[in-house]
């Protein structure tokens, strides 16, 4: 259907004017899913008579005169770690193949009050803990550009089902990196919002202090709206921050002046693929076209990012992944002799490699006698980390920066390599350990045809800043109209 190739704010015009209907935007969606996604495999499940009757009395209300959401009638996907009222939500897990919450989560809350229609949930890497979606229990997900490569991760579902068109928006979540990096991968515009700023109530948690949901879209204005949709205050979450939600999805088409852009040379070091450098470099020549200024400094701590980032993220996961033990809720082993056998035998058949790796990574981290040396001594870090950001953005309203070392790797490539695997995430860690926002837009394609994204990062809380400055390299360029074959 044509009106699926809009992007959602476009098609919000459209449904406001009668010209399209929430019932045939949201069967051509699920038409589409039903024929493109044997092949990216990027939903773990769908439920068609549900959306199919939310867009029925979602048309009802505007026939009526009634009114309606800021995304009424929209189909839109969500990654499968946030919780829905009766709908299974498995973190693509085996311990939660089949758990089905009895409440919605913050965002899903959101989301039905915007009048959104929920069509299905996403795959990912196993509670969200991967950069390529390869971490799944139950599928790997490909890359619409290329079925041979990887779609990122740990949201690839989500963002795949955008850049195939299967949706015109989604939601993921970012740990360290796990929406823009796919974003950058799959050719689309995704976006990490400033931690504390949306809800984390009802999402399933990888790490407490680095999690943030938020939006995948075609473009910068779509992505605006969805992040003006979903955040907000709650007294659910002790970590959500009370203060007013900027009007980005009002003010994005308002070029900025007077714009400084900052690049840091630790971002251009080895390692860096030519083609990518090359468009990131053209990227700063339109912003320099636009009259911006380009203003280099340094992130010096940045290298200690990674190491910083898996200790602090693998000791929460190894907290918070403790409570699936087969008691209360998820997969208990079948066969065992007593109580701490039934824990290691629920968790050891419920878990996957990745999951188990990084579980025990934190519990050594967290354990008598190293606690010092390795979780307090990364948090120290990443106090230094939030400094070096905190300084540069004194110099600079946004940072430019490349989304990943290269564009998708083929599937298969890094799976034995953690190391390797872990390293994907070099330019996008530090965002989430500083707490800041950050955003990912397509910049260009490589030789062989694959998406390269562009980040840019924003002091914290200036997600309008972010928005504006990511719309106005858009408006100049027209890699977001960049479509899969």
């Not at 929430?22 to 773990?44: K, Y």
């Not at 989604?170 to 931690?195: E, H, N, W």
């Not at 993220?313 to 002799?337: I, M, P, Q, T, W």
């Not at 840019?456 to 899969?484: D, I, S, V, Y």
Request: glycine share 8%.
């Amino acid at each position: 259907m044509p009106a699926q190739l809009s992007s959602a704010v476009d098609l919000i015009a459209q449904l406001n004017r009668g010209e399209t209907s929430s019932v045939e935007l949201t069967e051509g969606c699920l038409q589409t899913i039903a024929t493109q996604d044997p092949n990216i495999r990027a939903f773990l499940s769908t439920n068609a008579d549900a959306a199919i009757a939310q867009a029925k009395a979602i048309d009802e209300k505007r026939k009526a005169g009634q009114s309606v959401g800021k995304l009424a009638g929209l189909p839109i996907a969500l990654k499968d770690n946030m919780c829905v009222t009766g709908v299974k939500t498995t973190c693509a897990s085996r311990i939660l193949e089949n758990f089905v919450p009895p409440y919605d989560a913050g965002v899903v809350e959101k989301l039905k009050a915007a009048d959104a229609v929920l069509v299905g949930k996403t795959n990912l890497d196993e509670f969200a803990m991967g950069s390529s979606t390869e971490n799944s229990a139950f599928q790997v997900t490909r890359n619409p550009w290329n079925l041979e490569h990887t779609v990122g991760g740990s949201s690839g579902g989500s963002a795949a089902a955008v850049a195939a068109r299967m949706v015109p928006l989604s939601l993921g979540s970012d740990t360290g990196g796990s929406i823009r990096q796919p974003a950058g991968f799959c050719g689309v515009v995704g976006m990490k919002p400033t931690y504390g700023r949306v809800s984390r109530y009802g999402l399933v948690a990888y790490a407490s202090s680095l999690d943030q949901i938020g939006p995948f879209a075609t473009d910068v204005a779509s992505a605006a709206l969805l992040f003006e949709v979903i955040s907000g205050h709650d007294r659910r979450d002790s970590t959500s921050v009370d203060r007013p939600v900027p009007a980005s999805s009002q003010t994005v088409e308002q070029p900025l002046t007077g714009l400084r852009v900052g690049i840091a040379r630790e971002h251009f070091a080895e390692g860096l693929d030519r083609e990518v450098e090359a468009a990131i470099q053209h990227s700063l020549d339109v912003y320099r076209s636009l009259g911006a200024e380009i203003v280099e400094l340094s992130l010096p701590h940045s290298k200690y990012a990674i190491a910083t980032y898996y200790l602090i993220a693998a000791s929460e996961a190894s907290s918070n992944l403790a409570r699936f033990d087969g008691v209360h809720y998820g997969h208990r082993a079948a066969k065992f002799d007593n109580l701490i056998d039934m824990y290691s035998a629920s968790r050891g058949e419920g878990f996957g490699p990745e999951v188990k790796r990084r579980i025990m990574l934190g519990t050594y981290a967290l354990s008598a006698g190293y606690y010092d040396a390795y979780y307090l001594k990364a948090l120290r870090v990443r106090r230094l980390i939030r400094s070096d950001f905190d300084a540069a953005f004194k110099r600079c309203d946004v940072l430019a920066s490349p989304i990943a070392s290269t564009p998708a790797f083929r599937l298969g490539e890094l799976v034995n390599d953690p190391l390797a695997m872990y390293l994907s995430d070099i330019y996008t860690i530090s965002a989430n350990l500083a707490g800041i926002p950050g955003l990912s837009l397509p910049c260009g394609l490589s030789s062989t045809g694959l998406p390269i994204g562009l980040q840019l990062l924003a002091a914290p809380f200036e997600e309008e800043k972010l928005f504006r400055a990511a719309r106005m390299f858009e408006r100049a360029t027209e890699w977001h109209t960049k479509r899969p074959k």
